[in-house]
């Protein structure tokens, strides 16, 4: 079993900061990507940011220049800093992670977690 746990979210101004943390645990052998989703009320979840097992990311442009995607190896761990927070950035965000749960398993498995919410208002 495989749990992805996400922390960080809350309420910020706009302008605002925020640090989002995801640990995942379990029954893990590799992680490959990481990456974080976020889901506004009344639309389709969409991609955030992904970063590799080496180190490659990819943002959405609407987050590129103000959101940085970082990850830790050795403790299972993908982070998100968000600066220069907009309303618009309000959603409920999930961390994501491809991974391997045994090395007799060599297709890895997509797994979620729970989400945090993050709402940027004054």
């Known amino acids: 079993q495989v749990q992805l746990v996400e922390s960080g979210g809350g309420l910020v101004q706009p302008g605002g900061s925020l640090r989002l943390s995801c640990a995942a645990s379990?029954?893990?052998?590799?992680?490959?990507?990481m990456g974080w989703y976020r889901q506004a009320p009344g639309k389709q979840r969409e991609l955030v940011a992904t970063?590799?097992?080496?180190?490659?990311?990819n943002y959405a442009d609407s987050v590129k220049g103000r959101f940085t995607i970082s990850r830790d190896n050795a403790k299972n761990m993908v982070y998100l800093q968000m600066n220069s927070l907009k309303p618009e950035d309000t959603a409920v965000y999930y961390c994501?992670?491809?991974?391997?749960?045994?090395?007799?398993?060599?297709?890895?498995?997509?797994?979620w977690g729970q989400g945090t919410q993050v709402t940027v208002s004054s």
């Open positions: 994501n992670a491809d991974i391997r749960t045994s090395p007799l398993v060599t297709t890895p498995y997509d797994f």
């Open positions: 379990g029954s893990i052998f590799s992680i490959y990507a």
């Open positions: 970063i590799t097992r080496r180190g490659n990311t």
